[in-house]
Each structure stands twice: as C-alpha cells, then as structure tokens.
C-alpha cells in the first residue's frame, strides 16, 4: 500500500506552545522510529516501538519529548514547551520488524520551526 | 568521536562524471551498511544496502564495504543531474541504526 506517512508537512509554532507530529506507518510494519534531523547533522534517533514491547525511549532529548502508539499502528510524536533549538525535520520511519535484516523507510518528515 | 564519519560536502560535479562518497566508522559492532539518497524536503529514501565486505552493484551505482578499514564506498557511474540530492551513510546492528550527516552532491547539466 502507501509509504509512511507524516502529519503536518509543515508546522509553525511559538516559544512554550505544545506541538503533535502524527505518523502512520507503512501497513503491516510492527516497528516505528522517531528521528530528529538537523541542518547539516545526521539523521538523531528519538524513539522506537517494536509491537507491544515498551518502547526504547533512549534517543528522547528531554522529559519534553514524549511519543505514544495507539493499536500498533499510528504513533504520535509530542513537544511540550517549545524551544527554538526543536526546530528541525521530525522523520518517522518504519519496518517490517527489528533485527539486521529488516530495512526502515522514511516518510517525507514535518519541518518544525519555532518561532 | 561520531559512531560515524561522512564529509558533508556540499560536491558539485558535471554531468557524466564518476562520484565517490564515503563513510568511516568507529564500531566493528556494526554489520549491516547502507545507503540513502534524500531529496530536498522528502524522506530518505534506500538506496543500497549490504552486509558482507566487497561491491554490491545495481546499475551505476556501486557499494563498497570495507570491514577491515571501517570504510564504506557509494560510487555514482555516468552521473545524472537527476542524482542530485544529498546521500546519507548508515550502518547497523539489530536496532542500533546510526547515520551518517549526509553529502550533498550536484550534478550539473
């Protein structure tokens, strides 16, 4: 079917305002990553949901980042009291498990800025 | 020290030319490698992907691993200005992905 897919494109928002990315995964995938991308940095790896496993929150910068996964599919990534410095291209990839083999594809991303 | 190492570039070649890009790596964990190639404002997208050291080809693209070095290769043959985009390195082991900050190239007509 369709790839992952990401909600908004684009999203604009003020300093302390909360924000809501969505993605919804490729059907059938059980594994879901968050990636954080910034100017000229490599892809930052957030968050991953492996199915009903709890997730590995490892990559989360802070307690202002929290994503949930609702019925194994979408997920949704929130920001709480926005700062400048999470403006960045927020990537959703996912597969069809974990382990070597199993190769992720990325949705488009939302370009966050904070303004 | 980056898990891994990848020059950010910007390159900018003619059109027709052969494109070297590359990536070091710090961790022998690591087994799977791969490549992405990214267009402005999309997603990556895969582009190769290997496990064993040695070239993997898929029409004028090449892989190259080498375990021994830590280097890994993509060679870009007869390039195109449709393969401009920025390429990103990745390397792997079960979940533990970790990529590279990506080489912007173009290819001019």
């Known amino acids: 079917g369709a790839g992952v897919s990401q909600s908004p494109s684009n999203k604009v928002t003020e300093k302390g305002k909360d924000v809501e990315l969505r993605c919804d995964p490729i059907s059938g995938h059980t594994a879901l990553y968050w990636y954080r991308q910034s100017l000229g940095q490599g892809l930052e790896f957030l968050i991953y949901f492996q199915g009903n496993s709890a997730p590995d929150k490892s990559g989360l910068p802070s307690d202002r980042f929290s994503a949930e996964r609702t019925g194994g599919s979408v997920s949704t990534l929130t920001i709480q009291r926005t700062q400048q410095e999470d403006s960045a291209v927020y990537l959703c990839?996912?597969?069809?498990?974990?382990?070597?083999?199993?190769?992720?594809?990325f949705g488009a991303g939302t370009r966050l800025s904070v303004l | 020290q980056k898990e891994v190492e990848q020059d950010p570039g910007p390159l900018s070649v003619p059109e027709g030319a052969i494109v070297s890009l590359n990536c070091t790596y710090s961790n022998s964990a690591f087994q799977y490698f791969m490549w992405y190639r990214q267009y402005s404002r999309k997603g990556p997208e895969l582009l190769m992907y290997?496990?064993?050291?040695g070239n993997k080809e898929d029409g004028r693209f090449t892989a190259q691993v080498d375990k021994s070095s830590k280097y890994i290769s993509l060679f870009i043959r007869d390039s195109q200005p449709s393969d401009s985009a920025t390429y990103l390195c990745a390397i792997k082991f079960n979940n533990d992905m970790r990529f590279g900050a990506g080489t912007r190239l173009t290819v001019k007509p």
């Open positions: 290997t496990y064993s050291s």
């Open positions: 990839a996912s597969s069809l498990g974990t382990g070597d083999g199993n190769i992720q594809y």
